[in-house]
């Protein structure tokens, strides 16, 4: 039996199911491939708009540019990408897959030069995932009060409830998040 692992080795298994396997690293091939940071941990899921984009060096070879798609250097806090996207017309709300924006990956990463970015040129506070979580309900279980307090600034809704039902009120567990969001309420 062979098989081939996500860490790019090859193990063959013989004779005796009961052995153990032996393990040979497969020849790498000669291509780049781009090395995310360690704070990163945002999937691949991206839609047509936020992929990838290949450019021409002068000299004629190839270079990724940005290495990530809008969503990953969102999360991972690559301010000059993400404004390299959104000069070169990914939307400034484009959901990936699961829904989820370029605002609420840097407010899930806590990337907030990220957060603070986006809202200022416009980003949505109010667009939420398919589980129907908005970058408020990240920022209010991440315990960031700063972050509550900008989205709230740039008109998140208080009122919205998740796919369970829950308002940002039911995941508060901080006492500051908590007042921030009392005292938005009263102004409404």
């Not at 990838?52 to 940005?66: F, H, T, Y």
């Not at 990463?109 to 970058?135: C, M, Q, R």
């Not at 308002?167 to 901080?174: L, R």
């Amino acid at each position: 039996m062979v098989t081939v692992g996500c860490d790019s080795q090859k193990s063959e298994q013989l004779g005796n199911p009961d052995s153990k396997p032996k393990s040979m690293p497969l020849t790498p091939a000669n291509t780049e491939v781009p090395i995310l940071s360690e704070k990163s941990n945002i999937s691949n899921e991206s839609d047509h708009k936020g992929s990838n984009e290949i450019q021409k060096k002068e000299g004629g070879s190839s270079d990724i540019s940005p290495k990530y798609d809008i969503f990953r250097s969102a999360g991972s806090g690559d301010i000059d990408a993400v404004k390299y996207h959104l000069a070169n017309q990914v939307t400034l709300n484009t959901q990936d897959k699961t829904g989820k924006t370029p605002l609420l990956w840097a407010i899930r990463s806590k990337e907030h030069e990220i957060v603070y970015y986006l809202l200022d040129n416009g980003a949505d506070p109010n667009i939420s995932d398919k589980k129907k979580v908005t970058p408020l309900f990240w920022a209010v279980r991440m315990g960031r009060p700063e972050l509550v307090t900008a989205l709230l600034n740039k008109g998140a809704d208080i009122k919205l409830r998740d796919f369970q039902g829950k308002d940002v009120f039911d995941y508060a567990k901080d006492e500051t998040i908590i007042e921030i969001l009392r005292r938005h309420r009263e102004k409404l």
